[in-house]
């Protein structure tokens, strides 16, 4: 490669990295927000007893912070995975990454309401929606990145199983599907829902990984990227 070909090359990276680091930044302010949220209960009493039922009255903010945690966590090592891919970026995409960080940025508001208010069923469903528009919205960025037209992915690496567009649709499914039960199914339980349906849908997924990677791997005649 001759000084002509590394300029745009050097270029291109630098605009590249920029928008990682800003990703990680923002992903980073998400979850530091989070935490914010789960105060010292004030005690009026310093008993024992106080200190339990205090803590019994974290546990929604608790269990909002964990389950918010681990999804912004999944979605920042999904965008990690498939940014490795990018050789160039254009404006769609970085617009589609800025839409992408609202709704991660949102998290922990939504996060805030429905434990707030643990027992209705409509904060739940907007906590919901704000995590479905995160998905639909890394869908979008990888199917722009599976686009050959679009030129931002090497042509071999479009069809790469980390860019499968299913893989995103996971979590928007496992929300929408509390959604529909919100008004019928105890608010506790739309909660645990996740806990149960991930690990379901993460075997068929895991499945639908490896079919596709060995196909990757036949096609191309070399393994699929770690």
Known sequence: MNDNEKAPHNRDAFQIERVILFTDAVF????????????????????????AQGLLHLIPRLVGFF???????????AHHRIFR?????????????LLFLLSIVLMPFTTAYQSEYAMLATPWILYSANIIATGLMQTLIQ???RNPAHQVVAAHE???????????LMTPIVFGVSIGLAFFVHPWLLRMLPAFIFPLLGLYFRGRYRRLEAAYREQHGAPALA
């Open 28 to 51: 980073a302010i998400a979850i530091t927000l989070l935490v914010i949220e789960l105060k010292v209960p004030e005690l009026e009493h310093r008993t024992e007893q106080a200190a």
């Open 67 to 77: 389950l918010s945690f681990f999804i912004i966590a999944v979605y920042w090592v």
């Open 85 to 97: 891919f990018v050789r160039r970026l254009d404006n769609k995409l970085l617009w589609l990454n």
């Open 143 to 145: 199917r722009h990145l």
């Open 158 to 168: 479009c069809p790469h199983p980390d860019l499968d567009l299913a893989r995103p």
